[in-house]
């Protein structure tokens, strides 16, 4: 099993369409999760951290299920600006617990339509 | 702020010819990252450091690739000989201990090569 796997899409949506994302992460022992957004020919960058009781930034809301090992995205009223790749992370922990590097899903492709 | 600085942006070469990529991290951070991307393999960590030692070089796919940080505001990773298969978009970036109390990592703008 993968590390960190996501669906890669892509997903089409008309604006103003709701839409998730899910990823599915191997270590259980993996603390730290984020979302990151990379835009065509950009480098990713931080869209939001995920916390345990689940959180949100505006349109944007993000959960975390330990039992079942993933995360999720989901996007409210969807944007053409939203179009873009986004990228699921994860720490990885290293043999006697200390943390490690972050680890990247191979991202989602989202395509919003007007 | 500045970010993460790389160099070049761009850069065409021919095959066997050595590559040096450049990166300067966000002043304080005291961990480095080089990544590299392309569509089938998705980011894959090539190495890290951490106060300028490298701490795990088992994603550098082979001899050719070789890495360096001989202070903390610079590093370069280096490609000799380069081949065609090397072509892909290589991003630095750096960090406080990442995942510790939420830290994340920020990456450069990258640098695109391709191996003719």
């Known amino acids: 099993r993968k590390e960190v796997e996501q669906d890669p899409g892509p997903f089409n949506v008309p604006e103003g369409a709701t839409v998730a994302f899910n990823c599915t992460y191997s270590n259980s022992a993996s603390q730290s999760f984020f979302w990151y957004r990379q835009d065509c020919r950009k480098e990713p960058k931080l869209l939001m951290s995920v916390y345990s009781s689940g959180n949100e930034d505006g349109r944007f809301t993000a959960q975390l299920n330990r039992a079942s090992q993933y995360i999720s995205l989901l996007i409210r009223d969807s944007k053409l600006s939203d179009s873009a790749t986004y990228l699921c992370v994860v720490n990885r922990v290293n043999y006697g617990g200390s943390q490690g590097n972050l680890i990247f899903g191979k991202g989602t492709k989202l395509s919003v339509k007007p | 702020d500045a970010g993460v600085i790389q160099s070049p942006r761009h850069e065409v070469t021919e095959m066997g010819q050595e590559v040096t990529l450049r990166c300067k991290p966000i002043?304080?951070?005291?961990?480095l990252f080089w990544y590299r991307q392309t569509m089938m393999r998705g980011l894959e960590l090539l190495i890290y450091?951490?106060?300028?030692?490298?701490?795990?070089d088992s994603g550098m796919p082979e001899d050719r690739f070789s890495a360096k940080m001989p202070n903390a505001s610079f590093s370069t990773l280096k490609i000799q000989p380069s081949e065609p298969r090397d072509s892909a978009v290589y991003f630095c970036?750096?960090?406080?201990?990442?995942?510790?109390?939420?830290?994340?990592?920020?990456f450069g703008e990258g640098s695109w090569l391709t191996v003719v």
């Open positions: 970036a750096s960090s406080f201990l990442p995942g510790k109390d939420g830290n994340t990592i920020y």
């Open positions: 450091f951490n106060n300028n030692v490298p701490i795990d």
């Open positions: 002043s304080g951070h005291d961990y």
